[in-house]
């Protein structure tokens, strides 16, 4: 089982970036995909947005499309989620997730999960 510690979060003023960080124990993190989540308060986890092994394909959800990118290194066994023109709409916990199979939309398709990084945008 791998262990993922995300970091990175914080308090940003609407219009500004963050960049998530989530990082992964075990010597197998560069065989598979990963994913990110995030849920805001009264509302259920939603997808973000999900890199392959390699990174040479990934995914976004419409609502972030064109603002975040997905990046990896797996020399260093992290991944990345760079958020730009952020807005208040964006603010929840945001989660990094190891995928396991299924559809790359749902969280049942990741079996591993971090705790997550509280990811505030004020208006």
């Known amino acids: 089982q791998v262990q993922l510690v995300e970091s990175g979060g914080g308090l940003v003023q609407a219009g500004g970036s963050l960049r998530l960080s989530c990082a992964a124990s075990?010597?197998?993190?560069?065989?598979?995909?990963m994913g990110w989540f995030r849920q805001a308060p009264g509302k259920e986890r939603e997808f973000v947005g999900y890199i392959s092994w390699r990174g040479g394909n990934t995914y976004y959800a419409d609502s972030v499309k064109g603002r975040f990118t997905i990046s990896r290194d797996n020399a260093k066994n992290t991944v990345y989620l760079q958020m730009n023109s952020l807005k208040p709409e964006d603010t929840a916990v945001y989660y990094c997730a190891r995928f396991q199979g299924g559809t790359i939309y749902a969280s049942s398709g990741y079996d591993s999960w971090g705790q997550g990084t509280q990811v505030t945008v004020s208006s």
């Open positions: 075990g010597r197998t993190f560069s065989s598979y995909a």
